[in-house]
């Protein structure tokens, strides 16, 4: 069985204390009281002795001779002696025979017996009292007087006892009580308070209070519960504290977020550089989100891997860049090297740029590992990588409008030149052959053969070039880049030669518009055109590069190379390419190689909402 408590403990020791004390009063009481039970009527039986021996001694002196029966000396000395051997003086005696009292008793009965009483008896009758007689009385009745004294003396000292007893037993009871009360005070009162105290501070959010109480009874493991639990209460305040600053900050930046993301989304969608549009809006997502850098790859049907078409955080210029006075995404190596990449405990994100059953792209977002990355901030890229998906969609659903068309206003054109313009020199050919079968006699059948010959040539050259354009102009861009058409165009020119002819494109994808890739498949196709009927050459290869920030086509063979004139006479493929050169803000060059062959580059800078044609710059 546990025990008490320790301030039951205390509590009980203080009223066994009290009982204890209330006990020992009232026995000890009981036993004085006890003691001097009888002693009044002790006393006035010995008061009563002393009448008696005066009485005894009178009767002695005034007595007759002849008196007898109850009124003889020895009855009357007789009863008196039964007086003094009353139980009620012997109980007041106390049984110790060496106690003064006891000697002052058993000296009175000695005497009377020895002394008095035989001096009463043998007194003549009726004679008066000797000096012995009187005098022995007077001797026993001082003794009796003594004895009295004794009595009275013992009986108030057996009171002042009882009443020394009382006089203790109540100090003890009230410095019992005041010990009760101080120690009450000082290990119940104050305690309390304080725990009173340290509630109300936890009530007002203040955990700094300790009770810090020491002893092992109830209320100091009540003092160390409340310490643990304010110390508890004060982490998980705090804890609970900077969890809710932590989310407000998050809030707020989520906020700010979304208010970015609102805002960007406009110059988003109405912007057709993606490059321009979307990196100020990244850097700034960076800023509120402490992350970074963030990087755009597009998906390309012609590629196996994707293709970085954005990025926040570069040390060189990218390749896709289309505007050399714009140092938005270029920082220092230092600043670089700070940035939370893989190399610098980086973690990254891959969010998937998606329609519904369409994979556009991939966003890649690096963040530091310590510091991890929120929910919140995970659904912000979440929404980001949304609005992408829709800007790049639709931008590519324009690109793909613009292209058909294009392609659709080109057909029409095809029709309009065949029907009218490719009649009308099918006519002409036809009147020329019948110029030549008049057969001409005479002086001027030399001027007339060389006129004819002339219009031949021309209307030949200009029936092939009808030819040329009209296949061009029907000539359908059905995807969103140029690899496509410029395979197949590969391929016709390919079965053309009886030889394979090289390719080799790097453009990014959305790199030009749907008119820069009708005017770069044209230029193209002019330079496989003239190296397949006119070069005689074996080996045929194009290359469709982007040098940051100029595209260039380059159509090389190994043929014989242009004539001295450098142009054929009435070639009008060269002029029709340079036309186009200008129309893209380019040039066309044609020049022999050193090797052997001709070489036609087409150089031009793309054309975008932001872009400034200037010279390359060294940034």
């Not at 005696?93 to 106690?99: F, G, K, L, T």
């Not at 659709?408 to 054109?413: D, S």
Request: hydrophobic fraction near 40%.
């Amino acid at each position: 069985m546990k025990s008490r408590s320790p301030l039951v403990n205390r509590i009980a020791i203080v009223v066994c204390a009290v009982v204890l004390t209330s006990m020992v009063s009232m026995a000890t009481t009981l036993a004085v009281s006890k003691s001097i039970e009888g002693n009044a009527t002790a006393i006035n039986l010995a008061g009563a002795l002393r009448m008696g021996a005066f009485r005894l001694l009178s009767h002695v002196a005034g007595a007759q001779e002849s008196s007898t029966g109850e009124n003889s000396i020895q009855n009357m000395a007789s009863r008196y002696e039964l007086s003094l051997r009353n139980n009620n003086i012997a109980r007041a005696i106390p049984a110790a025979e060496d106690h003064p009292l006891a000697k002052q008793y058993q000296a009175i009965r000695a005497f009377w017996e020895q002394t008095l009483r035989p001096g009463l008896e043998n007194h003549p009758q009726g004679s008066s009292a000797s000096a012995d007689i009187l005098a022995a009385t007077q001797s026993y009745v001082n003794s009796v007087d003594q004895l009295v004294n004794m009595l009275e003396r013992r009986t108030e000292a057996r009171i002042g006892l009882l009443h020394l007893i009382q006089i203790i037993s109540l100090a003890f009871s009230i410095l019992i009580i005041v010990a009760l009360f101080v120690d009450l005070r000082s290990r119940v009162l104050k305690p309390l308070r304080k725990l009173v105290s340290i509630a109300k501070a936890v009530g007002e959010q203040d955990f700094s209070h300790k009770a810090n109480l020491k002893g092992s009874d109830e209320l100091a493991q009540l003092g160390s519960a409340f310490d643990q639990m304010s110390s508890e209460l004060a982490l998980t305040y705090f804890d609970l504290e900077e969890r809710a600053r932590s989310k407000t900050d998050e809030l707020e930046k989520s906020h700010a977020a979304l208010q970015l993301l609102h805002a960007s989304s406009r110059n988003l969608f109405a912007n057709h550089d993606l490059c321009s549009g979307a990196v100020p809006m990244l850097q700034e997502l960076e800023q509120l989100l402490g992350i970074g850098p963030i990087r755009l790859y597009l998906h390309d049907r012609q590629s196996s891997e994707p293709v970085q078409a954005v990025t926040t955080a570069s040390i060189e210029r990218p390749f896709y860049c289309r505007d050399h006075h714009c140092n938005a995404c270029l920082v220092t190596p230092d600043v670089y090297d700070e940035l939370p990449i893989e190399d610098h405990d980086g973690r990254r994100l891959l969010l998937p740029i998606r329609t519904p059953g369409k994979l556009l792209g991939t966003l890649e977002v690096w963040y530091p590992a310590e510091k991890g990355l929120s929910d919140t901030a995970r659904r912000l890229l979440e929404t980001l990588s949304d609005q992408l998906a829709t800007a790049i969609f639709l931008e590519q659903q324009i690109t793909e409008e613009q292209q058909l068309t294009l392609a659709e206003e080109r057909t029409v054109i095809a029709r309009e030149l065949h029907d009218s313009l490719a009649q009308s020199l099918s006519y002409l050919k036809m009147q020329v052959a019948r110029l030549r079968r008049l057969n001409i006699e005479g002086e001027q059948k030399s001027s007339h053969n060389a006129i004819l010959d002339e219009l031949s040539t021309g209307l030949n050259s200009a029936y092939r070039q009808l030819r040329e354009l009209l296949a061009t102009f029907r000539l359908k861009l059905d995807t969103p880049d140029l690899t496509t058409a410029l395979s197949k165009t590969i391929e016709e020119f390919s079965e053309r030669l009886g030889k394979p002819i090289g390719l080799f494109y790097n453009l990014p994808p959305q790199a030009l518009s749907p008119n820069e890739e009708i005017h770069t498949l044209q230029i193209v196709r002019e330079g496989l055109a003239n190296a397949v009927k006119h070069a005689d050459a074996t080996e045929i290869s194009v290359e469709v590069v982007f040098e940051s920030p100029q595209v260039q086509a380059r159509i090389r063979d190994n043929g014989k190379g242009l004539p001295e004139g450098g142009q054929p006479v009435n070639h009008y493929g060269l002029i029709i390419m340079q036309d186009r050169a200008r129309t893209l803000g380019g040039q066309v060059a044609v020049q022999d190689r050193n090797e052997g062959g001709v070489e036609v580059i087409l150089t031009f800078v793309p054309k975008s909402r932001h872009l400034i044609p200037a010279e390359v710059s060294n940034t």
